[in-house]
Nanobody, 127 residues
């Protein structure tokens, strides 16, 4: 059974930082790209970042460019999302997802192509 388990969320003050983790099991981690997405109450799911394994390429959503860093540790089957300078509008449930490589060009940050999803971790940023 494939499982993606997010952790590292919580309550943080504006300007603070968090590092989210996504631990994968039940799949060959190095065959999958990992994406991070988020969804705030009443809003659509939006992309945050993606990291491939094959090419080691990272993709970032324009809205968070410069404040987030995505990385992966294949030995631990874990991906990470570092978020800095958190803002109240970053409050959302953050999800990681896995997409079998190769990715479809132009769809790296499109949630519809991702095969597996975690249940999410809540990030709440207070002003």
């Amino acid at each position: 059974e494939v499982q993606l388990v997010e952790s590292g969320g919580g309550l943080v003050q504006a300007g603070g930082s968090l590092r989210l983790s996504c631990a994968a099991s039940g799949l060959p981690f190095d065959a999958y790209a990992i994406g991070w997405f988020r969804q705030a109450p009443g809003k659509e799911r939006e992309a945050v970042a993606c990291v491939t394994n094959r090419d080691g390429i990272t993709y970032y959503a324009d809205s968070m460019q410069g404040r987030v860093t995505i990385s992966r540790d294949n030995a631990k089957s874990t991906a990470y999302l570092q978020i800095n300078d958190l803002k109240p509008e970053d409050t959302a449930v953050y999800y990681c997802a896995a997409d079998l490589e190769p990715l479809i060009d132009g769809y790296e940050l499109n949630h519809v192509v991702y095969d597996y999803w975690g249940r999410g971790t809540q990030v709440t940023v207070s002003s």
